[in-house]
T-cell receptor, first 111, second 118 residues
Framework: AQRVTQPEKLLSVFKGAPVELKCNYS??????LFWYVQYSRQRLQLLLR??SRESIKGFTADLNKGETSFHLKKPFAQEEDSAMYYC?????????????FGGGTRLMVKP | GAVVSQHPSWVICKSGTSVKIECRSL??????MFWYRQFPKQSLMLMAT?????????EQGVEKDKFLINHASLTLSTLTVTSAHPEDSSFYIC??????????????FGPGTRLTVT
């Protein structure tokens, strides 16, 4: 079974402070991991995926297979980063590909 | 980019009635679409995977007779909540898999539909 855990429901930081949103996963195969973001009153959108190793809006995430983690980091948080962040794992069910989401972390960046 | 729409964006219905929610991929063909349910301040829960031209695959605990899914074309999937009850009130979100992304697996999400059953 595949599972994604985001231990923090809420993370509150001041503008300019570093931020790390934690994500741990369990999956028996080779995982493909994503971070999705949901800004207030907007749809869920992809922030980044581990295979592309890119930085989006200053966010990065490194897959650590030894620790089964995919933490999202940003060195200097901005107020516009306030949103819900979901870590997701791509796996397979009987129908094919599926995404399993973590519980989400609400990031609040205070001025 | 790939756009997914949902209609309606919100709906209120009475207990015992049925309501249909549409999910459309606007600028790409989606052989696979997904239906999620999201409770307030909670994460998305996959309800079912919808493959064009075949029966949907439901996740454990999701009543297939209550949540009817039809994926009759490559750009449209529908979710019908039958004999709705207040506990079915929720935010329903669909997503579509864009095969144009090559080996990368990415779902594009609709804006969601808020269902309130009175």
């Amino acid at each position: 079974a595949q599972r994604v855990t985001q231990p923090e429901k809420l993370l509150s930081v001041f503008k300019g402070a570093p931020v790390e949103l934690k994500c741990n996963y369990s999956y028996s195969g080779s995982p493909e991991l994503f971070w999705y973001v949901q800004y207030s009153r907007q749809r869920l959108q992809l922030l980044l995926r581990h295979i592309s190793r890119e930085s989006i809006k200053g966010f990065t995430a490194d897959l650590n297979k030894g620790e089964t983690s995919f933490h999202l980091k940003k060195p200097f948080a901005q107020e516009e980063d306030s949103a819900m962040y979901y870590c997701a794992l791509s796996g397979y069910n009987n129908a094919g590909n599926m995404l399993t989401f973590g519980g989400g972390t609400r990031l609040m960046v205070k001025p | 980019g790939a756009v997914v729409s949902q209609h309606p964006s919100w709906v209120i219905c009475k207990s015992g009635t049925s309501v249909k929610i549409e999910c459309r991929s606007l600028d790409f063909q989606a052989t696979t679409m997904f239906w999620y349910r999201q409770f307030p301040k909670q994460s998305l829960m996959l309800m079912a995977t919808s493959n064009e031209g075949s029966k949907a695959t439901y996740e454990q605990g999701v009543e297939k007779d209550k949540f009817l899914i039809n994926h009759a074309s490559l750009t449209l999937s529908t979710l019908t909540v039958t004999s709705a009850h207040p506990e079915d009130s929720s935010f329903y979100i669909c997503s579509a898999l864009n095969p144009g992304q090559g080996s990368s697996y990415e779902q594009y999400f609709g804006p969601g539909t808020r269902l309130t059953v009175t």
